[in-house]
């Protein structure tokens, strides 16, 4: 069975940078599309990142974009998101999760099956 592993987490400042790990186990990366999605006190789970295994592409929330990045390390079955410029708007649990989504799809959290436990990410000002 699949099982993902989020760490990295913490408490920053503004303006700080972070990185969250996701280690899959009972599986792997290389076929499914794996993304970081958030879910802040009170507001509903959000799309933060996405790679997409078919065309090779990652994707961003706009909220993001410029300052987060994406990245994998196949040999390790783990991806990353390297998060810099953190805000207090970023701050959220962060969760990982992996499915088969089309590609109009993939930012719709429904599209996928296997999750993590989720990461506490707190953004000071």
């Known amino acids: 069975q699949v099982q993902l592993v989020e760490s990295g987490g913490g408490l920053v400042q503004a303006g700080s940078s972070l990185r969250l790990s996701c280690t899959v186990s009972g599986g792997t990366f290389s076929s499914y599309a794996v993304a970081w999605f958030r879910q802040a006190p009170g507001k509903e789970r959000e799309f933060v990142a996405a790679?997409?295994?078919?065309?090779?592409?990652?994707y961003y929330a706009d909220s993001v974009k410029g300052r987060f990045t994406m990245s994998r390390n196949n040999a390790r079955d783990t991806v990353y998101l390297q998060m810099n410029s953190l805000q207090s708007e970023d701050t959220a649990v962060y969760y990982c999760?992996?499915?088969?989504?089309?590609?109009?799809?993939?930012?719709?959290?429904?599209?996928?099956?296997?999750w993590g436990q989720g990461v506490q990410v707190t953004v000071s000002s």
């Open positions: 790679f997409n295994w078919k065309n090779g592409n990652t």
């Open positions: 999760a992996v499915g088969r989504p089309v590609l109009s799809a993939l930012r719709d959290d429904n599209m996928y099956y296997h």
